[in-house]
């Protein structure tokens, strides 16, 4: 389909197309679609910028990440169809491993998106291995890798269900999350939840990662003074002012 350049929702209209192909090569999973529309949504919300809260939490995760032993990054197929060069970027950058970790999967789409993954830069992916499980979720969606998830202190879970976000912070790893919704079990289960769009949120993690590497009392200055309930708050207020501005 041909979209204009300069169609008021241009962005928008390419990442529908290109998730919509991505389903035909069975990298994102068909609801993976819905998941994306909740999200756009929330996004209108925050008039598709980045809040100043956001950028707050943001940076707590940063801090989160470099001050971790073991970080590791779970991608599913809508995080690696929206953000795939974003996220090999990023976890290079702490560094961290990544861990891919899928809601519906099977081995054949595991082995698709660890491909796609890997078409787009991605090395030593962990995730066609599932050698661990996580207490708490009574599916085969307890899967993970002993390497990765299982061994991990910090975890950064870009768009995950509520459910495993609570398993994992159950099990006493640090959870960080991406999820534009703040009202999702994800984002209250979390230590820090960046309510912000994936493709803007995962860059600027970049960005406030570079800036806080040699800046060690700084990042546990920024994690000590963090509160995931009060960043909800303010993060539900600014998407209440979009729709109630004050004149
Ligand atoms: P809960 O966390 O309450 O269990 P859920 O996990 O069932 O909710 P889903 O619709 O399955 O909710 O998950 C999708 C989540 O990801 C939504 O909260 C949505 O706002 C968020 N989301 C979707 N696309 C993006 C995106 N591009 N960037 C950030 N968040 C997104
Ligand atoms: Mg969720």
Redesign the pocket.
């Known amino acids: 389909m041909e979209i204009s350049k300069d169609h008021p929702r241009y962005r928008s209209l390419v990442t529908r197309e290109r998730m919509s192909e991505l389903v035909g090569k069975g990298v994102v999973a068909s609801t993976g679609l819905?998941?994306?529309g909740?999200?756009?949504?929330?996004?209108y919300l925050l008039g598709e910028r980045t809040v100043p809260a956001a950028d707050d939490a943001a940076r707590a995760a940063a801090a989160h990440l470099l001050e971790a032993r073991r970080p590791v990054i779970t991608i599913n197929g809508?995080a690696a169809g929206?953000c795939a060069e974003g996220l090999i970027s990023l976890a290079s950058a702490i560094p961290a491993r990544l861990e891919v970790n899928l809601?519906h999967r099977s081995p054949e789409r595991i082995e698709r998106v660890c491909r796609y993954l890997e078409g787009v830069g991605a090395s030593e992916l962990l995730g066609r291995e599932q050698d661990s499980w996580l207490e708490g979720i009574a599916s085969d969606r307890a899967r993970c890798a002993a390497d990765g998830i299982g061994s991990a202190d910090v975890v950064l879970i870009?768009?995950?269900?509520?459910?495993r976000?609570a398993a994992l912070a159950a099990a006493g790893k640090i959870v960080l999350a991406?999820?534009?919704?703040p009202?999702?079990?994800?984002?209250i289960a979390a230590r820090v939840a960046v309510v912000?769009?994936?493709?803007r949120?995962v860059p600027n993690i970049e960005r406030h990662v570079l800036e806080l590497r040699d800046r060690p009392e700084e990042r546990r200055r920024l994690i000590a003074a963090f509160s995931n309930e009060r960043n909800l708050e303010m993060m539900r207020k600014a998407m209440c002012e979009t729709l109630h501005p004050k004149g």
């Open positions: 819905i998941a994306h909740r999200g756009e949504a929330f996004d809508n929206l809601f870009p768009l995950e269900d509520g459910d976000a991406v999820d534009l919704n009202l999702s079990r994800t984002a912000d769009e994936l493709t949120a």
